[in-house]
């Protein structure tokens, strides 16, 4: 029976989980799943073949965290410190983690944090401009979206040949969307700061706000600060603009106005977001769409291309990303080393 290494990505709108063969691998099984029951349901089927590691897709790893590590109790008691800073994914993944540790408790399991590829963006990219103290308290800016742009620096000299090592920005758009500026095939600098609320305009997250309109909220809105958190992570948006959905697909099969106009803003914030990062790059040699949303749908792609245009002449790539089998691999070099 040959030995698999099993990969769990626990993300904002499902979980996807596969099983690769630890010898090549390449994915024997693979599942999307949209509840805990599901997901159980799919890791008790493994118990039959000879399972060697686990993966685990951790969004936020701090400062601690910039290599995949064996999770220890130790380890998962410091991930769960980072909850606040990561409401919407980091209790998705640390439940699964300890699910699946309670089902295979015999077999290493190793966190691939979002974060660690962003590690080597300069300290300017780094810091917010609050008091010097709140940096030292780890407020600062992080970058997400790192399996998936780790996975494209890997594969970009197959698509772009010389230019990967130049000026890249890679937009990842989907439920979660961010952009990330390259060099070297390194991280340079990144829409996503401190959260994942930041940056590009998403599926149910607002992206890039006027701080002022926090205050407006807690102080003359009376709102509370749950209610903000659940008005910026869960109803703002595509879903928030639209008042529809957000789904992209489905706004762009509604010929509505207000799907539409989500779309529209959608776009031109995603375009906004790409050109903040021309100035730690001093160009742009490729521009590469990646995740759901930027291998999927054509129309979002040329719009945001369309209004980038004028900076200049520059290749366009679509490439798949595959999180999964940089988990996959990470797993596979801890258990070799």
Known sequence: MNSVIITCNAGSTNTKLAAFDSGILKPTSQAVTHNAKETSTWLSSMNELAVVAFGHRVVHGGRDFIHPEVITNDVLEKLKSYIPMAPLHQPAALGLIEEAQKLYPDVPHIACFDTAFHHTMPDVERRLPLPRRFHDEGIMRYGFHGLSYQHIAAVLPEFAGDKANSRVIVAHLGGGSSACAMKNRQSIASTMGFSTLD??????????????????????????????????YYQSGLKGVSDISGDMQELLENKSPPAQEAIGLYCALAAKQIFGLLPSLGGLDALVFTGGIGEHATVIRETITRLLRWIGDFPVYVIPTDEELVMAQACYIKLKG
């Open 199 to 232: 940056g590009l305009m998403m599926g149910t997250r607002c992206g890039a706000l006027d701080s002022g309109v926090l205050l407006y909220l807690l102080m003359e809105k009376e709102l509370s600060a749950a209610e903000v958190s659940d008005l910026l």
